[in-house]
């Protein structure tokens, strides 16, 4: 199925999505979690940091929607596209598994998002800056906690390290995409309102490091990275999230409560 | 509306009565959320302006928050309302008022304490334990007062 051309700007409908897509894919992995958290506390801050990401979606869809300018909803974008038409990195779809997996996938995006949203900030368009200023605080907080986590986890018992460990050898695959760009990225860096995704690398490696060397956990090798996400080539557990993140909306469309 | 207008003065004096719904105790100006406030347009278009900032970007207390507002206005006799939503600078901490530290030591939340020790709203005591990094609502953490036991909020600064 072909999607008629954007009547509005294209590169930046496209690149605005991208970030809409990855909070609100991670916020619905998160809020998984929900009433099912390993102690209460855990099941708070999983349930707060999914609400902060999801209103970070918001922000991020509204503009997208504005940008096509073709009459389209935050809500339209996020309940009636299928999931080829979804931009979100293969990270934050990534199943939540143990603990340890779900703390891991979160410290390795947090990182990034955190380096992303400070480089957005500079972005020459003023809705990009004011929505990364707005959420790099936020992010902030959410980074503390993982990082935390990541080192209870990997400097804890010999079963929480091994998990954990486990965990970090299994998502590295999905962290080659989050430093990759395409014609979208360079068309927008150099209107001056993106930013230059291979220079997110080295805070991002370097902060990884030292929080995993805290933790006692090796940094696994680059070998094999996936990728495709931010081209619509989700994996095979996506289009379930979707179905349960969608299927109410499109039950009864147009419903109003 | 007929007559003369309200000041915009006045107009802040009903606003400091509009309670955030989720910590009644601080009004929507304690907490730093209304930016601004400007009478716009000319003879019937005339219509006040407003500058609101959320929280939190997920903060499910803003829709209520606005509506809040619109109907305080309505009260007062002010119908011809816009509400505008500035996202920078970001909201922080800050921007609440001494008046709103004050009101929530009262209330038995911990004020937000940027640079300087958590005190028990409770005892003063700064000798006190995170329990939850998050608590009732996005803003706020769980702590513990090792010296009076008792637990309590803290605003976390944002």
Known sequence: MNEPAPAGDGALFEFVVRLGDNALVLGQRLSEWTGHGPVLEEDLALTNVALDLIGQARLWLQYAAEAEGRGRSEDDLAYFRDAHQFRNVLLVEQLNGDYARTTVRQFLFDVWHRELLKALAASRDSRISAIAQKAAREVEYHLQRSADWVIRLGDGTEESHARTQRALDELWPFTGELFRSDAVDAEMLQRGAGCEFEALRAPWHHRVLAVCTEATLVVPSDGWMQSGGKAGRHGEHFSYLLAEMQSVRRSIPGERW | ?158
Not at chain 2, 11 to 28: G, H, K, N, T
């Open chain 2, 1 to 158: 509306m007929n007559g003369t207008l309200p000041q915009v003065a006045t107009v802040w004096e009903w606003l400091a009565d509009v309670p955030d719904p989720e910590i009644p105790v601080l009004s929507v100006v304690d907490l730093g959320i209304v930016r601004d406030v400007a009478w716009c347009g000319d003879g019937a278009e005339r219509e006040l302006r407003l500058t609101i900032t959320p929280t939190y970007s997920g903060c499910p207390a803003t829709a209520v928050i606005e509506h809040d507002i619109r109907a305080a206005l309505r009260a007062h006799g002010v119908e011809r309302v816009t509400l505008a939503v500035a996202l920078a600078p970001p909201w922080t901490t800050d921007w609440i008022s001494a008046a709103g530290h004050a009101k929530l030591r009262e209330y038995g939340i911990a004020p937000p304490a940027r640079g300087r020790p958590v005190l028990c709203p409770r005892c003063t005591s700064a000798d006190v334990g995170e329990i939850s990094r998050f608590g009732s609502t996005p803003c706020k953490a769980l702590y513990r007062c090792n010296s009076c036991l008792e637990p309590f909020d803290y605003f976390k600064c944002h």
